[in-house]
C-alpha cells in the first residue's frame, strides 16, 4: 500500500485491518519528511522520537480496542502556533524562541485522545499576519507545485505539508483566510469553523483563555472527509462551559439536485484574475447541468464595500492583542493629520487596532446586522461560492508589510491586502467556510474557491465540497512529489 498520498481515513482503516502498524506508517512519514522537506521548509520543528514512541503504544493497545478512535495511527503536523507540549511555541519571533509548551493545546489533546499522532510543527509568519509563511526564526516555506512561489499564510507550512505528503492531515488557524489562503494557493482541503465551534485554548503566544473576535482554529486535510473527521475530533466546548453542548446540524443537502447555490466569481472590490473568475463561470454551468439550483446573482442585503470597511475595522481591533505596545506607539503616529474618511490601507490598520471600546461596539452592532441579512440570504440558499483571492500562489515577496506590496491581477496593480475582501466575506459575520480545489491556472497552478454556509452549518459546507470533491476536481498529487 503506497501511504503516500492517502487520507486519514484510507490510513485508519488500513491499520484497523491489520495491513500496515502504527510504527510502519509513522516511520514512513518521517523518511518523506527526511527525503523531501529541504527544498520546502514546511515541518520546522520535528518530533520524530516522540511520535515513533506513541506510534508503538498505540500499536500495543490496538488489539485491545473493540473499535478504533477516529484517528488511530493518523500522522499529522500542526501549525507553530499551537502548543504541543515539550515544544517550541514562537509564531516565528526570536524572543519566543525558546518558549516551551508545558501542556498541549485543547484541541491537540482532543486530536491525540482520537489517535493522532503529531510528527512536528509547520511554519508561519511572523505574529500570524502574512499570506507567506517566513519567519526571521526558521526561514521561508515554499510551495510544492513551485519552490519560487508561497504556500500561502498563516498556514503555509501547514498546506505545503499536505500537498507534498509529509501527513495526512493537519490544524491551522483563520482570521484572514489563513486556512483557507494556502490550501487555495497548495491544492488542498480547508475548513474555517464557525466562530466558537472549536475553543483556540492553547492557540495564543500569550496564554490567553478568552476567544478573541473573529479567528478561528480548524483542519486542513487533502479530502473533504478527512475535514469532517478532524471537526468532529476538535469540536466542542470546553470543560468550564459545561452547560452548553455542539450539535452541528446534518448536512442541507444529499445531491447536487439537492443544492440551491449562489456563485460570486468576482467583485470590482477586489477583481479576480480572469482565469480564475471563468473557472467560477465553468462549475456554475456544470452545476446546473447536474440539477442544482444556481444564480450568479443573488447575493445577501448589504453593501459589500461597507461590510468590507466593517471587517478591516473589527479585524485590526481583534489584532491589536498580538501587538506589542511599542507598535501600537508607531501606529498613533499614522493617524496624525488624516482626515476621518481617509481609508488607505496603513489608516485601515491603525484606526482598526486603536479602535475605541464605544466605537467597536457600533462597528459590532453593524456586523450583527449583515448578520441577520446572510441568514435571511441562507433561507434561500444553501452555500455560497465564492474565491479564497485575486490570483494563484504568487512568488515570494518579502518587500515589506503586506499593506505596502502589489500585485498584478488583469494586467492591472492592485494592492496585497485588498484580497481581505474574500477573507472578510466568511470570517466578519462569524459564517463557516471550507476551502476546496476549483481548477489550475494556464501554467499549471492550483486555485481553490470557498463554499460559505449559514451559521453552524460547517457539515453543509463540508459535504458541498464532498460532492465536488467526486464530480468536479479534487485533490491531485504536485510534479515531483
Known amino acids: ?7 486519514a481515513g484510507k490510513i485508519r482503516a488500513a491499520i484497523a485491518a491489520g495491513k500496515v502498524s502504527c510504527l510502519e506508517v509513522t516511520d514512513y512519514f518521517i523518511k518523506r519528511i527526511e527525503t523531501h522537506d529541504g527544498a520546502l521548509n514546511a515541518v520546522v520543528v520535528r518530533d520524530f522520537e516522540r511520535a515513533r514512541a506513541r506510534a508503538k503504544q498505540l500499536d500495543r493497545q490496538r488489539k485491545k480496542l473493540a473499535k478504533l478512535p477516529s484517528l488511530f495511527g493518523v500522522p499529522m503536523t500542526v501549525k507553530e502556533s499551537y502548543d504541543v507540549a515539550g515544544l517550541p ?9 525558546g ?4 501542556e498541549d493545546a485543547l484541541s491537540i489533546a482532543r486530536l491525540k485522545d482520537q489517535g493522532a499522532i503529531i510528527l512536528g510543527k509547520t511554519n508561519v509568519p ?19 507545485w513551485d519552490i519560487t512561489r508561497s504556500p500561502g499564510g498563516s498556514s503555509g507550512g501547514s498546506a505545503a ?55 478561528v482554529i480548524g483542519p486542513l486535510a487533502r479530502s473533504a472527509a478527512d475535514l469532517a473527521t478532524a471537526l468532529a ?62 444564480s450568479e446573482t443573488a447575493r445577501p442585503a448589504f453593501d459589500m464595500r461597507q461590510a468590507h470597511v466593517n471587517y478591516s475595522l473589527l479585524l485590526n481591533a481583534a489584532l491589536s492583542a498580538r501587538m506589542p505596545d511599542e507598535t501600537i506607539e508607531r501606529l498613533r503616529h499614522l493617524l496624525d493629520g488624516k482626515a476621518a474618511d481617509d ?45 479564497v483571492g485575486s490570483t494563484a500562489a504568487l512568488p515570494h515577496d518579502q518587500s515589506g508589510p503586506m499593506w505596502q506590496r502589489f500585485i498584478d491581477v488583469n494586467g492591472k496593480q492592485q494592492n496585497f491586502a485588498d484580497q481581505l475582501f474574500w477573507a472578510g466575506l466568511a470570517t466578519n459575520p462569524l459564517l463557516p467556510a471550507t476551502a476546496a480545489p476549483l481548477g489550475f491556472t494556464k501554467s499549471g497552478l492550483p486555485f481553490g474557491m470557498q463554499i460559505l454556509g449559514a451559521p453552524f452549518a460547517d ?21 515531483g512529489y
Request: overall charge neutral; hydrophobic content about 45%; proline content about 7%.
Open 1 to 7: 500500500m503506497d501511504l503516500t498520498f492517502q487520507t
Open 89 to 97: 511555541t514562537c509564531w516565528g519571533l526570536p524572543a519566543f524562541a
Open 99 to 102: 518558549n516551551i509548551a508545558k
Open 126 to 144: 511572523v505574529l500570524l499576519a502574512d499570506w507567506q509563511s517566513f519567519n526571521p526564526v526558521y526561514g521561508s516555506t515554499n510551495n510544492p
Open 161 to 215: 505539508s499536505l500537498a507534498a505528503g509529509f501527513c495526512a492531515l493537519e490544524a491551522g488557524s483563520d482570521i484572514g483566510a489563513s486556512i483557507r489562503d494556502p490550501a487555495h494557493y497548495c491544492g488542498v482541503y480547508g475548513h474555517k469553523p464557525t466562530w466558537g465551534v472549536i475553543p483556540p485554548r492553547g492557540h495564543s503566544l500569550a496564554g490567553n483563555h478568552t476567544t478573541t473576535d473573529l479567528s
Open 233 to 294: 475530533a476538535m469540536a466542542g466546548p470546553e470543560a468550564i462551559d459545561c452547560g452548553f453542548k455542539l450539535d452541528l446540524p446534518k448536512p442541507r443537502v444529499r445531491s447536487l439536485q439537492d443544492l440551491r447555490i449562489a456563485v460570486m466569481a468576482d467583485s470590482p472590490i477586489c477583481p479576480v484574475a480572469s482565469e480564475i473568475s471563468a473557472e467560477f463561470a465553468a462549475l456554475a454551468k456544470f452545476l446546473r447541468k447536474s440539477g442544482a439550483k444556481v
Open 343 to 387: 481609508l488607505s490601507p496603513d489608516v485601515v490598520v491603525a484606526r482598526g487596532t486603536l479602535l475605541e471600546h464605544r466605537l467597536w461596539l457600533r462597528e459590532h452592532e453593524a456586523r450583527y446586522r449583515m448578520r441577520a441579512a446572510w441568514a435571511a440570504f441562507f433561507h434561500d440558499w444553501d452555500v455560497l461560492i465564492a474565491p
Open 459 to 479: 457539515r453543509t459546507t463540508i459535504a458541498v465540497a464532498a460532492m465536488l470533491e467526486k464530480s468536479w476536481l479534487g485533490f491531485e498529487v504536485p510534479p
